[in-house]
């Protein structure tokens, strides 16, 4: 099973961030491990693209930045 990817459309700033931290922990209680989240919030350019490239694009960003940090996921 592929890991989840969440996008937020519609949060600025601390919002986008709050939304983040409280998914994270809800995913925590639910017994998913966070780390394996990708998340994404809407651009210019990624509001334009099929949900099947956005999905490709951030679970790769997401893998990139997981191996920087020594994490799987």
Known sequence: MENPVIFLHG??????FDMV????????????????IAFASSTVN????KI?????EVTKEH????RKAGKSG
């Open 11 to 16: 949060f600025r700033d601390k919002a986008l």
């Open 21 to 36: 931290e409280a998914i994270k922990k809800a995913a925590k209680e639910t017994g998913t491990d966070p780390e394996t």
């Open 46 to 49: 990624n509001m334009e693209w």
């Open 52 to 56: 099947r490239k956005l999905i490709r």
């Open 63 to 66: 893998e990139m930045i997981q």
